[in-house]
């Protein structure tokens, strides 16, 4: 599609005619010789080609008005819009912490087949079918043991996210569960975000043996900056220990940050928990559009330019007549006629 950036300077074409009008030529008092064979001579220099309807004259006219034309356009700067470019901008961080303490290498679990798996291979499988639905979010994922390392940053690659996410194993952060440290450094990687929506999804099967900061502490400090924490408990709540289920700290993590807190016994238990969370994180997409701009004056320039060169060509090729042609015209002293000298 064809547009101007400056449309109103099309405005000025009649300006020419303008300015004709109101500024005639001076007219030019020029000397006369009246001759008795003044019809004769007059249609004479009809016939000449410099006067002939196809000559200079005609080319002398048209092209001004061409070149006028086709430089006002130019200056009004035609643009060529192209097809409109999209951008998704993600409108929330999503960042999931997962345990990877040693309690949670026990087969409890079944996947899709209704094989026997341990709790980390079915988080695996539940939470990858949950990235699949994050379109337009940027998820980041935090692994936690005896310590909290970042294994994916923030990214609108999910493919990137899983692929992580499937090469982490049982022990590879130590055996013991800093839950309340994995809330800091997850607080930590949000300081430069700066989308509207930050939310952390933690899963973790055990209480807290090892963090410096206590995880309702921790998630205190995530209220005040908005960061919202659901929280999914894995494991059997009869377990007793160090590895038992602190079902209470992750309850109390959740309400603090105005999220919500479940409870996964078995796989299906856990797929209908990433329904929940699906449903409760709705995704939410801005997408930008943008059509680029092309230009096109040049064009115009060039193609007045080349009128210019045309005009003059053609102007000179009429001028330059056969020498028997630009003999001057003669009365014939006999017959009175008109005839080359």
């Given amino acids: 599609m064809l547009s101007f950036a400056y449309p109103l300077l099309l405005l000025l074409a009649p300006i020419p005619l303008l300015v004709r009008w109101l ?17 004769r001579l007059q249609r004479a220099i009809a016939r000449s080609p410099l006067s002939s ?43 999931l912490l997962v345990d990877l303490s040693g309690s949670m290498d026990q087969e409890d679990f079944t996947n899709a087949e209704g094989e026997t798996v341990s709790r980390l291979d079915a988080v695996k499988e539940i939470l990858g079918d949950f990235l699949e639905h994050r379109e337009g979010d940027r998820v980041g994922l935090v692994v936690f043991g005896d310590s909290p390392f970042l294994q994916a940053p923030f990214s609108t690659d999910l493919s990137l996210s899983h692929r992580l996410l499937d090469e982490t194993a049982v022990g590879m952060a ?67 220990g160090e590895d038992k289920l602190d079902q209470q700290a992750l309850d109390d993590v959740a309400r603090t940050t105005e999220g919500q807190s479940f409870f996964a016994a078995d796989r299906e238990e856990l797929a209908g928990i990433y329904d929940e969370l699906d449903r409760i994180e709705t995704r939410e997409i801005k997408t930008l559009s943008h059509r680029p701009r092309r230009d096109v004056f040049h064009w115009l320039i060039l193609a007045a330019l080349l009128v210019s060169f045309a005009s003059r060509i053609s102007i000179r090729s009429l001028r330059a007549l056969p020498e028997t042609e630009r003999r001057p015209l003669r009365v014939h002293p006999v017959t009175g006629e008109l005839e080359l000298s």
């Fill in 23 to 39: 500024a005639p030529p001076l007219a030019a008092q020029a000397r006369s010789l009246r001759v008795p064979f003044g019809a």
């Fill in 53 to 95: 309807p196809g000559g200079s004259n005609w080319i002398a006219h048209l092209a001004p008005i061409a070149i006028w034309c086709l430089s006002l356009v130019a200056l009004a700067r035609p643009q060529w819009i192209e097809d409109p470019i999209e951008k998704q901008t993600p409108t929330r961080d999503l960042l």
């Fill in 174 to 240: 130590g055996p013991r569960t800093a839950f309340g440290d994995a809330i800091g450094l997850g607080i930590r990687l949000f300081e430069e975000s700066e989308v509207p929506a930050k939310t952390i999804i933690a899963l973790t099967d055990g209480n807290d043996t090892k963090s410096q900061v206590p995880p309702v502490e921790a998630a205190r400090v995530a209220s005040d900056r908005d960061i919202r924490i659901h929280t999914v408990a894995i494991g059997d709540p009869t377990t007793v």
